[in-house]
């Protein structure tokens, strides 16, 4: 059973930056594909980035490439969101989850969400 804390939400201005951390236990993030998701309010959940487990191959949305980096720290057992040039349309609830078969899609696990507000 793998469990995702997700932290490092808030408040921001628009243009400015904030990390997300999704923390991983009872298992390693270096095996399994882990993803960041959001879920702007009133719209469906939507996909923002990922890392695969073994490959590290990354791949992200055109709406926050060039924007955003998701990295991986295995000795933390942690990968990150960093948010930089932060839009209004960015605020959602952000939510990291785990493909423990580490086929890039397959996402069993999933964070309790951290809230993403951007004030213009």
């Known amino acids: 059973q793998v469990h995702l804390v997700e932290s490092g939400g808030g408040l921001v201005q628009a243009g400015g930056s904030l990390r997300l951390s999704c923390a991983a236990s009872?298992?390693?993030?270096?095996?399994?594909?882990v993803g960041w998701f959001r879920r702007p309010p009133g719209k469906e959940r939507e996909f923002v980035a990922r890392?695969?487990?073994?490959?590290?191959?990354?791949d992200y949305a055109n709406s926050v490439k060039g924007r955003f980096t998701i990295s991986r720290d295995n000795a933390k057992n942690t990968v990150y969101l960093q948010m930089n040039s932060l839009k209004p349309d960015d605020t959602a609830v952000y939510s990291c989850?785990?493909?423990?078969?580490?086929?890039?899609?397959?996402?069993?696990?999933w964070g309790q969400g951290t809230q993403v507000t951007v004030s213009s």
């Open positions: 890392i695969m487990g073994r490959s590290g191959t990354i």
């Open positions: 989850a785990a493909d423990p078969y580490d086929l890039a899609g397959a996402f069993v696990y």
């Open positions: 009872g298992g390693t993030v270096s095996s399994y594909t």
